[in-house]
């Protein structure tokens, strides 16, 4: 057998696998309630995290006059001799 062949193998039968116990839980009622209310949690944890890691990358990526618009006319304080 190749390595082609046995990595197609594995992936058949992982992928097998993987459908009988989604069959398995999801008709199972006390499974179902277990899973989802995993996922509930996972996403309540990592999705707020999430988007705020993405929202504090997109302002550190974006330029001082790009920002110019949203932030209130204040007087900017420079650092350095005058």
Do not use: C, K
């Amino acid at each position: 057998m190749t390595s082609a062949n046995a990595r197609t193998v594995a992936n058949v039968v992982l992928a097998s696998a993987g459908v009988a116990a989604a069959y398995v839980i999801l008709t199972t009622p006390s499974l179902r309630r277990l899973a989802f209310r995993g996922a509930r949690l996972w996403l309540g944890a990592t999705l707020p995290a999430y988007l705020a890691d993405q929202t504090r990358q997109a302002w550190v990526a974006s330029s001082p006059s790009t920002r110019a618009h949203l932030e209130p006319d204040v007087p900017r304080l420079h650092s350095g001799s005058a």
